[in-house]
């Protein structure tokens, strides 16, 4: 069965949820993710969004974080002071789980300005938002992300969120664990050594024993494809 | 007494050139309609604080009508980016100020409580402290540990949308409710917009309910599909073709300027953007019912 | 997985000797069910939290469960005072901690919200700060403005009173909402004793009504009545006859002896307690109707 | 027609609130001067109470601060976090309708311990509650008590509240305005001045041109006597 390098990623971070109780989901990908851990190795996880919502059981592929079908049949829709205080600032979130633009070595994220000068950037992203607050308040942080020279990058153009909790980082190629910084634990499928190398602003650190993330199930794909995501909106 | 007024005799009357005006929803119930009425009264110098600018300050902005933005995600949700917004803050001249959502969330919630700072933890590690000299730390006078603040943000008019309010501005809301009771409650000045206008009786049988009481409210406008194209929780749903087409019309200045003059400064009014609309184009926007179920409070007399 | 558990082994499981305890529920649903078992279990040295100790404490400190009260307003609401407490306070040995009633929201909050402290406006020119080391000044990193400030209080076990939850312990609640989320979401442990258990479904029809989530619930515990005689909101009225006969009770140290072997020791649990008091008690206690109406979250899919 | 002074006290506190759009209603007294207010000269009067209600509009007289006929049919419930935070200390109660044990001549108020040692009190009252809380953040604070030797002191045992913003005093004697201090504006129907002094720990203040407070209507009457209270629950 043939797969893309995308739908690894995807399926790499669905897998990482398994065991988790709560996991705060961030912008973009980590939408379709969990929306597939759900389905498969997390069937009991709750969802939180920076919207307001905790235990959606949404009914179709939400759009963004603030789509209606996150709310209908959620556990619980609140302002957003109170999630921000009380579940996220108050320690329940097990799992921050992020993008970014850029990650440098020692996992700090920028998703703010490309560019040295923050007042007169080469390219303005969107920002924070709240990633800067899940970084620093989630138990641990994951990070989904494309890996190119433009985004894994040896030092953050502006550091919009600190790597301080971020544990796992996950790309189209591969799987790093993060400590003092980023080390390459898991080589997609198809994905070389040097491809990765290529792809990384930085003189790479390998764990001990690197190995091979198991590929996508058919179930997976299936699920990805037909159930989750037929119009390729976060596949694309 | 009432405080029902027509879009444009509110819009006339409680926003000024030079306020700070904040038009909040997080992606939900966005007063669309209010803002395409500050651009066709063509209102400058406005300083807009969102935490999400969306499409309607694009719009807003692209229209000229601000100088300064206050905000912390700068995207087209899902569908691409602000481009006209992203014109400006690239270019010199424009001002912006930028925390992250929960630093946002906390200035209002400072506007509204009437304190001089919000203390939370983040920014901790982050730059953003260092472009923005309105994030600093405040240590605790019980065991001296530090914490960042930001401070109060009273804007001079809030508009909130909301499914329904009584003409007194009563105002009752579901579905995801961002920080509009915040923002409302840290303005000098508020304006609800309403998808529905109901008797006081029906917000009086479900008091837990409120998002607003009409104390705090100014002007009330009874503007049905107002918060077009985003949504309004079991009204309809967010027209995101809108979102993903805006992705091209704010790329090229010209399709903006032509898309202003065709939508908002051709339509006289929200009435005219919706005919204009047409529809048919609800057709899959509307969706099943999906009802709360009730709750009894009880005749204790 | 079920957290549901019969009040005796939620209690035997929770509340330990010395916890720092908050029944909280601001004169409305009070689980004063909960506060008789601990009595019923012989609990000792609880330091206890609540706005307003009522009688349910007076109750408590009287059997002798406590060597210290964190409080804001120490009355009998409506019909006296709380003669077992005051016996202590106005002698040696007991110990009193004493804010506003904001200054105790304000440290629930703080607790809930992990912050090292509260700020507020209140306290300036009270003698309160004078007798309480734990009321000081924080000033704003911002303009330099003095403010008040409260610790953090983070109780070992909340328990709370509410109309409905499901057996994961996400609770609705309507009415009255005291400080009961802050309480709950503060403490380490949370224990819920609700009028109803109903499925999962309820609570998702009406996402916005949460008070709390399963998430930080330990235990519920099904106990129709269990919050009188104070008052369940649409369920059962306050029980004013019985505040007004606890005043002449709590006076004399041997009658509220014989009260407490009579109804709490004298009573296997809250069942045995609600046999004794009769049905026919409730005749004029139950309110009729006012239904709140239903709103649409609807089906977006 | 006859009428008593705590009567007095009652239908002089409503008439004070002629003209105001909302008031934060104490524990005590207040509580049915303002049920009467509602019903003669502040029809439109919203009443918020400290337990998390605005907009009350009971059908019964309430039994205290919290009663469940406060809360059906009203404008708003919500967390006490949010009305203390939002509705009072953001500025939007007009006037605060306080009881006291004790006043002084500068109208500080105590309703925390008669003696001096607070830490060994002769007599334990309850305490602050939101007073102190409504004394410094009402815009202005009207009190409501009984009049004596013991409860008008030279200076209060102890000063739960601040009298900066206490403008008006109503007693079962007659009425005060307050700026540095209390000055005897009015006398009640039937009461002489020795009488005020009396029941005074100071030397008295008067205003200038001290009148006679207008005795309660018949209707006022009615209303307290026949809708309002006829268990005498307050009116004792």
Sequence with gaps: MTFTRTETMVVAGARALEGRRVCFVGIGLPNIAVALAQRTVAPGIELIYESGVYGSRPNRLPLSIGDPCLVTGSLAVMPMAELFQYYLQGGLVDVGFLGAAQIDRRGDLNTTVIGDDYHHPKVRLPGSGGACDIAQNAREVIVLMRQSRRSFVDTVDFRTSPGSRVARVITDLGVYTVGERLELTALHPGVTLDEVRAATGWDLDLAPGVTETPPPTAEELRILREELDPERIYLR | ?301
């Design chain 2, 1 to 301: 007494m009432s405080k029902l007024l027509p879009m444009d005799e509110a819009v006339a009357g409680l926003v000024h050139d030079g306020d700070t005006v904040a038009i909040e929803g997080f992606t939900h119930l966005i007063s669309f309609a209010a803002g395409h009425e500050i651009i066709r009264q063509g209102r400058r110098d406005l300083t807009l604080c969102r935490l999400t600018p969306d499409v309607i300050y694009d719009q807003m902005i692209g229209a000229g009508v601000a100088r300064k933005l206050v905000f912390s995600w700068l995207g087209n949700p899902g569908a691409g980016s602000l481009h006209a917004i992203r014109r400006l803050v690239e270019g010199p001249g424009f001002e912006v100020e930028e925390y992250s959502h929960f630093g946002m969330v906390g200035r209002y919630a400072a506007g509204a409580a009437k304190l001089p700072f919000y203390p939370l933890r983040s920014f901790e590690g982050s730059d953003l402290p260092s472009v923005n000299p309105n994030i600093r730390t405040v240590a605790s006078p019980f065991d001296g540990e530090e914490v960042y603040a930001v401070p109060p943000l009273n804007p001079d008019v809030t508009i909130v949308h909301a499914q329904r309010a009584d003409v007194h501005g009563n105002t009752q809301a579901w579905g995801l409710l961002g920080c509009q009771k915040e923002a409302a409650f840290a303005a000098r000045r508020v304006i609800v917009v309403a998808e529905e206008i109901v008797p006081e009786s029906v917000i009086r049988a479900d008091p837990n309910r409120v998002l607003l009481p009409g104390l705090i409210v100014d002007a009330v406008v009874h503007c049905p599909r107002g918060a077009h194209p985003s949504f309004a929780q079991g009204h309809y749903d967010r027209d995101n073709r809108f979102y993903l087409a805006w992705e091209h019309i704010s790329r090229d200045p010209q399709r903006l300027s032509a898309w202003l003059d065709e939508w908002i400064h051709g339509t006289s009014d929200h009435a005219g953007y919706l005919a204009k609309l047409g529809e048919a184009h609800w057709d899959d926007l509307l969706p099943g019912p999906a009802l709360s179920g009730e709750v009894d409070y009880g005749d204790h007399r």
